[in-house]
């Protein structure tokens, strides 16, 4: 009787990806030689993974948002400047990834037709950071904020794939890049205080007062929303 061959998910199919990304790149080739060392069939492959290896390269990025965030719930970041913070968030990231398959995955996000999905990974990396430091921002700031923090990471990102150095050039990369953000927010208030700029910087808050970030809970009068009830009086 053939043995039957165990459950396949998707973790556990990333990892059996993984050493082949370095040599065939998040590929087909990569993904079936990963599904062929689990035994696993074509449908559950396509099931798993319907866009095929591209689908496994989404799934490694948010693992590795995942255990960035655990770090950062594991530490103690209230003993350190908002700064420190943001810092640590960032090598945290870089700490749980591999650099042959970031960079494989950087060449596959760069493509045209994947571009928009790789600037989305980014961006989600930028919100989570953001919401694991307790960001309670709900308008335009919400966005700035993304905006310039995904901007950091990608930099950081690609200073880090030619980095050479064991890390300590990195780290001061990130300093340098966290520092020049500060400077940028230092100079924004300095123009809503000052007495030529300010009324410019008012008008334009003013502008953008109706904008809010997108909400993270279906409305609650939309056809198969459900809350469960509070607890019972008496």
């Known amino acids: 009787m053939p043995k039957r061959a165990k459950p396949v998910d998707l973790q556990g199919l990333l990892d059996a990806v993984l050493p082949h990304v370095a040599f065939d790149g998040w590929s087909e080739a990569a993904l079936k030689a990963g599904a062929a060392e ?3 069939d074509e449908q559950t492959i396509k099931a798993l993974c319907p866009r095929g290896a591209i689908d496994l390269a989404v799934a490694y990025h948010n693992r590795g948002d995942d255990e960035m965030a655990a770090a950062m719930a594991g530490a103690d970041l209230g003993a350190m400047r908002y700064s420190a913070r943001v810092a640590f968030a960032l090598r945290q990231r870089l700490a749980h990834a591999d650099r042959e398959a970031v960079r494989r ?33 709900r308008d335009v700031n919400w966005y700035s904020k993304r905006a310039i923090l995904s901007a950091v990471y990608s930099s950081v990102v690609l200073f880090w794939l030619g980095d050479e150095s064991g890390g300590e050039a990195t ?29 410019l910087m008012k008008g334009l808050g003013q502008a953008l007062s109706g904008v809010r970030a997108p909400r993270r809970e279906p409305a609650s009068d939309l056809p198969g929303h459900w809350a469960p009830e509070g607890p019972k009086e008496g």
């Open 171 to 199: 780290d001061a990369f990130i300093d340098r890049r966290i520092e020049n953000v500060m400077q940028f927010e230092m100079a924004k208030a300095q123009l809503r205080d000052s007495k030529a700029f300010g009324p």
């Open 38 to 40: 689990l035994g696993a």
């Open 105 to 137: 995955g950087t060449a596959l996000f760069s493509l045209p037709h994947h571009a928009a999905e790789g600037a989305a990974l980014i961006w989600g990396t930028a919100d989570r950071i953001w919401n694991e430091l307790g960001d309670t921002s």
